[in-house]
């Protein structure tokens, strides 16, 4: 074990202690650290497991965005993009089971499109909406699982570092 090891951002960690020394000249930790360098010392790398960590996050922020993502569904009025953020799913999923109930919508409905158009829709129509929401969301879901396992099952920092969205 070295006398100090490289964190994911500029700083160091002195390991004897575990402070953490800014990148910066005017520091004398960092002063030390870097006289350390010069006498042909080596920190030792940034953790695995912190990096494993943080390209899990990055994975699981990238899946929050992909099951956000608009998605385009074709009725019989027309193709429009619709919104699939939490809301919007939970919104159609209970409007769905509220209609389910009477076996149709009501007269004149539409559901709202992302740029706002007011579309008509049947209740057919609602549920293959979000059939897609859902489907998009399963694919989703899917290629996170097979990223954060690649991550897992990673044993280089490089290899990590490489899986991304």
């Known amino acids: 074990m070295s006398l100090y090891r490289l964190t994911q951002q500029s700083s160091i960690i002195r390991t004897s202690d575990n402070t953490v020394i800014p990148n910066d000249p005017a520091n004398s930790d960092y002063q030390q650290y870097q006289l350390w360098l010069s006498q042909g010392n080596v920190p030792d790398p940034v953790p695995l497991s912190d990096l494993a960590n943080n390209q899990i996050q990055i994975i699981k922020n990238s899946y929050n965005q992909a099951i956000s ?47 706002n158009v007011n579309v008509p829709f049947t209740l057919t129509e609602l549920q293959e909406l979000a059939q897609a929401m859902l489907s998009q969301g399963w694919t989703a879901f899917e290629k996170r699982t097979t990223l954060i396992d690649q991550i897992l099952s990673a044993n280089t920092a490089n290899t990590i570092t490489s899986v991304v969205w």
Request: charged fraction near 10%; glycine fraction near 4%.
């Open 69 to 115: 993502n608009n998605v385009t569904y074709t009725n019989s009025v027309g193709t429009f993009e619709y919104q699939t953020d939490v809301n919007s799913r939970n919104n159609i999923l209970s409007t769905i089971t509220g209609f389910s109930l009477a076996n149709t919508v009501p007269p004149n409905f539409y559901w709202r499109s992302a740029n």
